[in-house]
T-cell receptor, first 112, second 114 residues
Framework: GESVGLHLPTLSVQEGDNSIINCAYS??????FIWYKQESGKGPQFIID?????DKRQGQRVTVLLNKTVKHLSLQIAATQPGDSAVYFC???????????FGKGTMLLVSP | ETGVTQSPTHLIKTRGQQVTLRCSSQ?????VSWYQQALGQGPQFIFQ???????GRGNFPPRFSGLQFPNYSSELNVNALELDDSALYLC?????????????FGQGTRLTVV
């Protein structure tokens, strides 16, 4: 499949560990922040989003934290599995209906 | 599978040529957005089509153009190809009444310009 991970920051973890992927966003006016997962040969897949009036949001095995003071976003994946291996992108948007601005991405490698 | 289909999956073109990429949106989705993803980078927004009209455009030159058809499928056309146009081109479809969380990406078309 296609590789989108060349020259990306890489996080290597063992299966079962918790993973934390970080992202710095650029626009203090952004109202929505989203995490996407992109596997080799596939398009980005929505994971979870958070609105700017929230600090934390939890999904299934994932938690997103937002720190507006330092314009920082993080994705926590609990009990990481080999199937979580992919490139993870954060994205920001001025509103829920406006276009997305993606960050550069982080490759997550999970070893059995 | 997302239901968004792009064709072709790969193609190679020569600098200066023109290319047309195609996207069939998911059933019930009337908005299509196109993104360019260079190797090792995040996707960059090219433009969006809603009801056959361009509904927003990113920082791309006019030689990038598009169409949306009555069945909501879409084309991306690039004229006078340059080496830097080599990238993965993604389309995403969504219903206009929903947030981007309802957007689904296709698998992309890998364009190589030589």
């Amino acid at each position: 499949g296609e590789s989108v991970g060349l020259h990306l920051p890489t996080l290597s973890v063992q299966e079962g560990d918790n993973s934390i992927i970080n992202c710095a966003y650029s626009n203090s006016a952004s109202d929505y922040f989203i995490w996407y997962k992109q596997e080799s040969g596939k398009g980005p897949q929505f994971i979870i989003d958070i609105r700017s009036n929230m600090d934390k949001r939890q999904g299934q095995r994932v938690t997103v934290l937002l720190n507006k003071t330092v314009k920082h976003l993080s994705l926590q994946i609990a009990a990481t599995q080999p199937g979580d291996s992919a490139v993870y992108f954060c994205a920001e948007s001025l509103s829920g209906y406006s276009t997305l601005t993606f960050g550069k991405g982080t490759m997550l490698l999970v070893s059995p | 599978e997302t239901g968004v289909t792009q064709s072709p999956t790969h193609l190679i073109k020569t600098r200066g040529q023109q290319v047309t990429l195609r996207c069939s949106s998911q059933s019930g989705h009337n908005t299509v957005s196109w993104y360019q993803q260079a190797l090792g980078q995040g996707p960059q927004f090219i433009f969006q089509y809603y009801r056959e009209e361009e509904n927003g455009r990113g920082n791309f030159p006019p030689r990038f153009s598009g169409l949306q058809f009555p069945n909501y499928s879409s084309e991306l056309n690039v004229n006078a190809l340059e080496l830097d146009d080599s990238a993965l081109y993604l389309c995403a479809s969504s219903p206009i009444t929903s947030r981007f969380t309802e957007a689904f990406f296709g698998q992309g078309t890998r364009l190589t310009v030589v």
